[in-house]
């Protein structure tokens, strides 16, 4: 859905050597607003043509923070009550020894389609692109300094902010189910405005899917009581590769404003258009009209 | 030594974690177990390595664990416990069970399903419709019929949008299973968003989530055919669906020689026009055969054409527009042979063969315009449909009688339906109109003979008129009752003109008059927790006058009716339900009963279909189901069982008139009982790739009719059974289908018994050689018997088809046994009937697909 919008920074990192960068970044940017922002409402996947997809992509270099010797990837699955519908996509938890990553799938899959490419096309890119369709929200758990790192993108902003890692007061019961090829137990918890059922198995690692963990066993499937947004891990498997964070500008945020400024952008994702020196106009000048379009969310954290 | 430290009856333990040469290990997790090894309490040891545990249980711990990954696990049980205690861990490798789940096949939320395409799909598959009929709980029939649990769809969304009204074949048999993403279901649909909890529903809705990169952009194909079959064949197919964010569109236009017809099998059986009760539309049922449970592009050479152009817009807020136009126009022919033994009123045994050739010519159009408005509290839809039909039939008869039939008709409907709902916090309030118009100008039979006896001119021609208003008002008493009024107001005229010359029996007469049906229904419902109690009890007012010009004869009934019905619905436990379902209702004749001459229905068969007298079918009905599903071992199971009693006043005879069969209908007293139970269990097995279906239906019919001026018993058992299995093999190289089926049907008449048995065979087998090349072949037997008859059919088509990216080409070779004749078995009432279809000749032919 927001391919349009990741493709932007794209542009804008191979105008910066050349001389006409300030001039270009403006056109770019005037572009992708009146052109491609209807095409990003509606989730279209972009194509680059020309000469300038022929050219080598400039991508910024991955910062590593560690690396990981186990991976789990899990379904995620989100009910939205408004649109009442159902969206599924995967998310992986890249484990290292004290640095772990939660993230979208397809932004794994992409990241390790570009450590053998490094020279790669804009066009091939832009074709990886739209294969995987990566979402740029991930979190870093970094248990040396018991604190957590949110990445997350709010419409062509890209944000941060950290926290401690959260304290879940745990119950645990006596039932017991396999995920997974493991045999689980089953715990519950209220955590940030949800009523969470956690499965948890004998893998010593306290940790699970989101900001889920605490438990005496790794978190292989939960659900809110409300039944709108669950996790079940389809994988687990061994691994020995960077655990890495994007090298890009973040804003750095409080959370509790990141999620009201996501929440606000999700009802209403034209609104930060409609107004402002970046609101689309005509050839005329007259001011383009940008519909308002609630997109597909629930968030995790109500609270 | 006790316990570490109890203090106040709180366990603590405290300590370090270490590896063999003293560095802290951090991340360990610490477990404390009780007597019965469950972790009554735990914590992690931090990046030094140390830890604290506590527990406030009474019964205090009775071991620790400590482990950590890449270290051996330590256990220190009761007595080895202290207050502080200095854990070492030695190194182990660490040994982890990699898994992989193949993606869950169906998940469930609440009433919802959703089957995951990709865990169901084949190579070998074409279309969604091919991964519906694998889906359990989920049936397709011949037709391309949707059920879920045994019980037809109410709706069929695409991406939430109800574009097709209904059409979705063109939608399933279209849409490559390779560009959907997942099929729901949801169970208990109500579509009326308002009407949620208010009016209960129990049949599914289907809901296809198209792949977001197919999305927003037009996906399809066009496909061409060219072969030879005695003469030159040819199909031609483009169809194209494109998915936005608000809007939808579908585009279809196809046309063959090769048997694909698109009017359906109504253009040949002329029944399943008319949603209403225009009596000439219906009553004529000029060829009256009992078809071929095959496809007709077996027997069927035809020129067909089709063009579907649908298409749905969200506007603003919860509205839709959606626009259908639909186009087909075929020219159809077929023969068979027919050898029908039929029973008549001297108590005797009839029999006659024929043998004819049949052409049916047919155009349809059909455009709709639908609004709606639809949420929470407001449903609002605008329903306008134009329908017209043109067929005209002909029939070279050999045999009984040598001649030509023909029959030339047109009808053309027009509709508006206009229903509305308001809910507000306590009451829902519902009004709905729905106007209809049916005009049949041209409606007639011919026949045509050099024996002066048979020849024939029937004109009967009908303008009919219905207007249905209804008006409900419902209150919400408490979260667990609802009480309400429903006020239905029905008014039908019909004008129906009979004018026939014939040969002794010539005939000109007119029937008109009106229908007025008034029903206040007040009703009560309960729904408490997973069991739903609905109690009904109907009073209607019935006022008629019908006018037969001819004998100028006057009709006027004025009279009351009270009817009681109930459904209880109940949720036992997760994934099984049972309803049971009740009661009394009065059907109530027509003009059909006032309608006293007898009318051909072809050549030679004539039916009067009234008394002169109003019929009223009073039924007593009792319904039991149960439906249950184990989602996560792929179980659907449904079991219903039907019972029925209906008085009428009403009784059939046919006796033979010279040379014509004519059915009579006299005012008498009847019963009809009726009692069947229908079983469908269906069964995935994901680790096998094994798909297991199981239909079964039995059921037992009972009335009279009369035979030399008295009442005499019909019964008839019937016995079916539908098995089917698929299996993939070879990591989805090899696909393996096998389908059976059985048919027995039993009719008794003064203890004169006479049965049918049909059992039928299909199988189906491909195996891709290569990645994208795939051989296929299936075949198709069938035997039947009865007392005097068996036969014994085989039926085989085979092919090769190459695939590369979005290009196909496929060579076939149809009926490759050149078999000549299919025969089918049918027991229609007291009459038994044998009918041979001649079969299309072994066809060779080339086909070309590009999809995008």
């Known amino acids: ?303 | 030594m006790c316990l570490s430290a109890t203090l106040h009856g709180q366990t603590l333990l405290r300590g370090v974690v270490v590896d063999s040469i003293g560095n802290a290990i951090g991340n360990a997790v610490v477990k404390g177990l009780n007597a019965h090894r469950k972790t009554v309490c735990f914590t992690r040891s931090d990046r030094h390595g140390a830890f604290t545990l506590s527990y406030k249980g009474a019964d205090g711990i009775e071991s620790a664990v400590f482990s950590c990954i890449g270290y051996a696990t330590v256990t220190r049980n009761r007595q080895e416990l202290a207050p502080y205690m200095r854990i070492v861990m030695s190194e182990e490798a660490f040994q982890l069970k990699e898994v992989v789940v193949k993606a869950v096949p169906i998940n469930e939320h609440g009433d919802t399903l959703v089957y995951n395409v990709n865990a169901f799909k084949r190579d070998a598959d074409r279309t969604i419709e091919d991964v519906l009929k694998r889906l359990p709980g989920v049936r397709v029939d011949n037709a391309g019929n949707i059920y879920y649990q045994g019980e037809p769809i109410n709706r069929f969304y695409i991406e939430g949008l109800n574009m097709l009204s209904g059409n979705y074949k063109v939608a399933t048999q279209n849409i490559s299973a390779d560009d959907v993403t997942s099929v729901s279901v949801y169970e208990r649909h109500q579509p009326i968003k308002a009407l949620k909890n208010v009016e209960f529903s129990d049949k599914a809705a289907l809901n296809l989530k198209i792949k977001e990169n197919r999305k927003l952009k037009p996906i399809g194909y066009l496909a061409q055919l060219l072969g030879h079959e005695k003469k030159a064949i040819g199909k031609t197919d483009g169809f194209g669906l494109r998915i936005n964010r608000k809007s939808q569109q579908l585009l279809s236009l196809k046309a063959n020689n090769i048997g694909d017809t698109y009017n359906t099998t109504s253009s040949i059986l002329d029944r399943g026009i008319s949603d209403f009760s225009s009596f000439t539309w219906k009553g004529i049922a000029l060829a009256g055969q009992a078809l071929p449970d095959i496809s007709l592009d077996r027997y069927v050479d035809n020129t067909s054409g089709k063009a579907d152009l649908n298409t749905i817009f969200q506007l603003k807020g919860d509205q839709t527009l959606a626009v259908n136009i639909i186009y087909g126009g075929e020219k159809l022919r077929y023969s068979n042979r027919q050898n029908a033994s039929v029973f008549l009123a001297n108590n005797s045994y009839k029999n006659v063969s024929e043998a004819m050739s049949a052409g049916i010519y047919s155009h349809n159009v059909k455009a709709k315009v639908k609004y709606e408005l639809n949420n929470d509290r407001l449903f609002l839809q605008n329903n306008t449909v134009f329908d017209g039909t043109f067929y005209h039939k002909h029939f070279d008869i050999d045999g009984y009688f040598v001649g030509i039939q023909r029959q030339k008709s047109a009808n053309y409907q027009v509709s508006n339906a206009f229903s509305s709902v308001l809910r507000t916090k306590k009451h829902v309030l519902q009004f709905s109109s729905n106007m209809y118009l049916s005009n049949t100008p041209v409606n007639r039979l011919s026949v045509l003979s050099a024996d002066t006896i048979w020849p024939m001119r029937q004109n009967l021609n009908e303008t009919a008129w219905q207007t249905d208003e209804h008006t409900s008002w419902s209150w919400l008493i408490s979260s667990v009752a609802l009480a309400g009024l429903n006020l239905d107001f029905q008014s039908l005229y019909n004008r129906v003109e009979l004018d026939r010359h014939r040969h002794a029996s010539d005939c000109m007469n007119a029937f008109q008059g009106y229908r007025l049906i008034t029903t206040a229904s007040p009703y009560m419902q309960f729904k408490w927790k997973r069991l739903t109690w609905r109690l009904n009890a109907p009073l209607s007012m019935l006022n008629m006058h019908i006018s037969n010009i001819r004998d100028d004869k006057q009709f006027r009934q004025n009279k009351p009716y009270a009817s009681v019905n109930t459904l209880l619905d109940w949720d036992l436990r997760h994934g099984l339900s049972v309803s049971l379902s009740g009661g009394t209702r009065h059907r109530f004749g027509d003009i059909a009963n006032f309608i006293i001459d007898p009318i051909f229905i072809n050549y030679k068969e004539a039916s009067t279909s009234g008394t002169g007298l109003l019929t009223n079918r009073h039924s007593l009905f009792a319904a039991i189901g149960g439906t249950y599903r184990q989602v996560s071992r792929g179980i659907f199971v449904s079991l219903r069982a039907n019972m029925l009693r209906a008085r009428v006043n009403s009784m059939r005879s046919t006796t033979l008139e010279g040379q014509d069969f004519v059915e009579h209908v006299d005012n008498r007293r009847n019963t009809l009982t009726d009692q069947s139970i229908t079983l469908n269990m269906s069964k995935s097995i994901h680790s096998t790739n094994t798909s297991l279906n199981f239909l079964g239906a039995i059921g037992h019919t009972a009335t009279h009719i009369l035979s030399v001026g008295r009442a005499i018993g019909l019964e008839n058992r019937r016995y079916n059974m539908l098995a089917s299995a698929e299996q993939s093999l070879l990591d989805d190289r090899v696909n393996l289908s096998l389908q059976y089926s059985f048919m027995r049907s039993e009719n008794e008449l003064q203890g004169h018994s006479t049965s049918m048995f049909t059992h039928s065979g299909s199988y189906s087998l491909s195996v891709f050689v290569l990645k994208d090349l795939e051989l296929l072949a299936d075949m198709h037997q069938n035997w039947i018997r009865n007392t005097a008859y068996h036969k014994h059919e085989t039926y085989l088509n085979a092919g090769i088809r190459y695939k590369k990216k979005r290009y196909e080409i496929e060579l076939m070779a149809r009926n490759i046994t050149n078999l000549k004749e299919y025969t089918i078995n049918r027991q229609m009432q007291e009459d038994s009937y044998v009918y041979t279809y001649m079969l299309r000749p072994a066809s060779y032919a080339v086909s070309f697909r590009f999809n995008f």
């Open chain 1, 1 to 303: 859905m927001f391919n349009s919008v990741y493709i932007f920074p794209l542009i804008v990192y191979d105008m910066r050597d050349t001389a006409k960068y300030i001039v270009m970044k403006t056109i770019a940017l005037g572009i992708a607003l009146c052109a491609l922002f209807p095409a990003m409402m509606m989730g279209q996947k972009v194509t680059i043509t020309g000469s300038y997809a022929e050219t080598v992509a400039k991508l910024g270099i991955p910062k590593v923070v560690g690396t990981s010797n186990m991976e789990c990837i899990y379904e995620y699955k989100v009910f939205d009550p408004v649109l009442q519908d159902t969206e599924v996509s995967y998310d992986i938890l890249e484990v290292g020894d004290s640095v772990y990553k939660y993230g979208k799938y397809g932004s794994y899959q992409l990241d390790s389609a570009l450590a053998y490419r490094p020279n790669i096309i804009v066009r091939d890119y832009t074709n990886l692109r739209n294969k995987y369709r990566p979402k740029p929200e991930y979190l870093i758990t970094n248990r040396l300094t018991d604190s957590l790192t949110y990445y997350g993108k709010v419409s062509i902003d890209n944000f941060s902010y950290e926290e401690p890692v959260p304290s879940i007061n745990w119950t645990l019961t006596d039932s017991t189910k396999m995920v997974c090829g493991y045999e689980c137990h089953q715990a519950t918890c209220t955590f940030r405005g949800r009523t969470w059922t956690a499965w948890y198995c004998d893998l010593p690692l306290s940790i699970g899917p989101w900001k889920l963990h605490g438990l005496p066993g790794m978190i292989l499937a939960a659900e809110d009581a409300s039944k709108e947004q669950s996790f079940t891990a389809i994988t687990i498997r061994k691994a020995a590769r960077n655990i890495t964070v994007a090298d890009r500008d973040y804003f750095k945020t409080k959370r509790e404003r990141y999620n009201k400024s996501l929440a606000a952008y999700k009802e209403d994702p034209g609104k930060v258009f409609r107004v402002g020196p970046l609101a689309p106009k005509t050839l005329d000048g007259k001011p383009m009209k940008v519909e308002k379009a609630r997109m597909f969310y629930n968030p995790l954290e109500k609270e």
